[in-house]
């Protein structure tokens, strides 16, 4: 079944960028649904590890898929996404002439990760780019009385979406394991109060002048037998501006802390924060008788 009329070039890049603005915006609302209810939490800095913080890692990373998902789904909905509708623009079979599956319009989008050629071949013949002959589509102009030839149920709707997020979801496990961040598993219940009151006096004492420590001790550590302690150091001053003012804070605060504690006897972190209204600046490092990697955040 040939279409009585052709699809421009104009027509077909101008609708395919619309739609990846639209789509793009789309996923950004699912991708910073994390961050509500902790956002204030991103700003607030206090004893974490390394890679407790990151919003975007453990189960919340799951609901910031379905964005994704749906951005290669997006022309589910009788063939026409947000940029087709504005082109007046409809994928369909192009065996049948009837408008596309929900299944064979997510086929077709999947290519949309190798979009510069896409784009290339979208010039060339602006029908039927590489996904659709993959699919087994094209792109014609709209024609309203194909909109009931080929009504999708609820489930043909879901399966790509499903699918979609599946593939989605394998690719994130991976990731999520090449990006985790080694961290020290202590036991919460071993905290020891008076041992980190007494620390913390000790750096208010000595260091007050320059910070305001904060200090939490855990006498257990899975699978060790040593001690976490965190420290935590608030700058009154950004100390950590000057070129070697990191080695100059540590070099200041560890002997008030191996005075007290033998350095064989636990593992731990120290870090040192500057915050003001719109400026904050982090360094954190290892400390105690297990080595850890350095970083420093801005």
Known sequence: MNHPHSVSAGSRIGSMLLDHICMTVVAMIFLFIP??????????????????????????????????????????????????????????????????????????????????????????????????????????????????QRKAGLGQLLLPLVIAYAMFAVFAFPMQALTATEQVRFDEKSYNEAASKELEQLFNQQLGEYCTASVRVYDKIEGQSLKYISILLRLKENYLEADNGSEELLAQSLPVLYEKVDKETFTGMIKFVYQREGTMRIYSTSIGGKVRITHIDD
Request: net charge positive; with cysteine.
């Open 35 to 148: 961050f509500i209810g902790s956002f204030s939490e991103i700003f607030n800095v206090g004893h974490e590890q390394p890679g407790e913080t990151p919003v975007f890692s453990g189960p919340l990373m799951f609901i910031a898929i379905i964005g994704f998902a749906l951005y290669f789904c997006k022309d589910s909905f009788n063939g026409r996404s947000i940029g087709k509708r504005a082109a007046r623009l409809q994928v369909l079979n192009s065996h049948t002439g009837e408008v596309a599956s929900p299944l064979k319009c997510l086929v077709r989008n999947l290519f949309i990760i190798i979009w510069p050629i896409e784009v290339i071949v979208t010039l060339i013949n602006p029908e039927r780019r590489i996904g659709d002959r993959v699919a087994g589509t094209r792109v014609a102009p709209y024609e309203p009385t194909l909109r009931e």
